[in-house]
């Protein structure tokens, strides 16, 4: 298939957008932003909101902004890249610990994802991020515009997830001299666990300053992991942007494979056939695969205001326009059902009622909203 006709495809699987009194949930739009690309909710239930070109706002749930917090790094805002993800430390009300992730400049007009952390203080105008540190970096710094990944998790023994993108260079998703195209654990201060799978290898001390990642590793071959989540039985699942036609959600397992960009259900986008995963079983293959949805986050729903949900994954589409259910049956995964949304989604959050928050993108017709989903009565 060729790139015209993969998106010809995905603009006819998108043309209609269902009518919304289809939807088991009430639509209520909160506020709008500029390039939102993520949010958290603290504990007292106001949203911390990311901004591409730099900002981190804070606002309430209906909306009213308690202004932005400072002590941002450097953010450079290029292409897709800019300020991304923010999560909040498992421990979070008793450190204040926040986790934002970033496109950073390097020498000769590189650049590469990086995550750092800050305590929060929280005052009238917004807050502050005091005493913030650098936990992770891409590694080597790219030339180029995207494909940065860049999503955090903590899991339930506080150990620090990152997805990290192949930054469009192809290789170095199978380069372990390279922690680009991969996916990596460490603990919350970016120190290396001594058990992920290929410390064995290699003697943790002798790698400083970037000089080598191998320990940091914990799966390779990945294209533009944009999605990052911990299911209720605590396995990890990894949706990514794959090549025309091969948008993939991966079961992460412990030193695997996922063959980009050896192997993929899609193709190049001018063009050049990759061959399919099952013509090379060495690596692992998707639980499923799309074309196209243009994934942009990923999330485990355990709330109870859709007690009916528990348990499932909820997917963000951008090209798709759309927020994808998945249903999960142990290591299988299968699409159950899809919202049209009419706009392109950036983000979907659970929060603290159970409700499902959503960012759109701000690009095309998206308008960059926050939208609450409720259940109907």
């Known amino acids: 298939m060729t790139r015209l006709l993969t998106l010809l495809v995905a603009v006819l699987a998108t043309s209609a957008v269902q009518a919304q009194d289809e939807f088991p949930f009430e639509i209520t739009e909160i506020t709008s932003f500029d390039e939102p690309w993520a949010m958290a909710f603290l504990p007292d239930g106001r949203i911390l909101v990311t901004e591409k070109k730099g ?25 897709q890249g800019g300020l991304g993800d923010v999560v909040l430390h498992p421990d979070f009300e008793d450190n204040n610990l926040v986790y934002i992730s970033y496109a950073e400049g390097g020498v000769g007009g590189t650049r590469g994802a990086a ?16 005493d913030l540190e650098v936990v992770w970096r891409q590694y080597p710094k790219q030339v180029g515009y995207g494909h940065y990944g860049h999503r955090i998790a903590f899991d339930d023994d506080g150990y620090l997830w990152i997805s990290s993108g192949d930054r469009q260079k192809f290789t170095p998703s199978q380069d372990m001299q390279s922690n680009i195209g991969k996916v990596v654990r460490l603990h919350d201060d970016g120190s290396i666990p001594e058990d992920n799978p290929f410390v064995d290898y290699y003697s943790v001390d002798a790698f400083v300053d970037d000089e080598g990642v191998y320990p940091e590793i914990w799966s390779i071959g990945h294209r533009n992991p ?8 605590g396995q990890l699942w990894l949706i990514e942007m794959g090549p025309a036609g091969g948008d993939e959600l991966n079961l992460i397992k412990r030193g695997a494979n996922y063959g980009y960009p050896i192997v993929s259900n899609g193709e190049h986008y001018d063009g050049r056939p990759i061959p399919n995963h099952d013509t090379r079983p060495e690596f692992d ?26 348990g499932n994954l909820f997917a963000s589409g951008l090209s798709s326009r759309a927020i994808l259910r998945i249903e999960l049956d142990g290591e299988s995964a299968t699409e159950a059902e899809r919202f049209e949304m009419g706009a392109r989604i950036r983000n979907v959050t659970q929060g603290p009622e159970g409700n499902l928050w959503v960012l759109e993108d701000e690009r095309r017709e998206s308008q960059g909203r926050l939208l609450k989903l409720t259940p109907k009565d």
């Open 55 to 79: 900002l981190l706002r804070l606002v309430g749930q209906d909306g009213q902004s308690f202004g932005v917090i400072r002590g941002i790094p450097d953010v450079d805002y290029f292409g």
């Open 285 to 310: 293959e998707p639980a499923i695969w799309w074309t196209t949805i243009s994934p942009g986050h990923l999330m485990a729903y355990s709330g109870d205001a859709f007690p009916e949900w528990q």
């Open 115 to 130: 995550v750092a952390r800050g305590t929060l203080e929280l005052t009238g105008r917004g807050g502050m991020l005091h």
């Open 226 to 233: 944009l999605g990052l989540a911990f299911d209720l039985d």
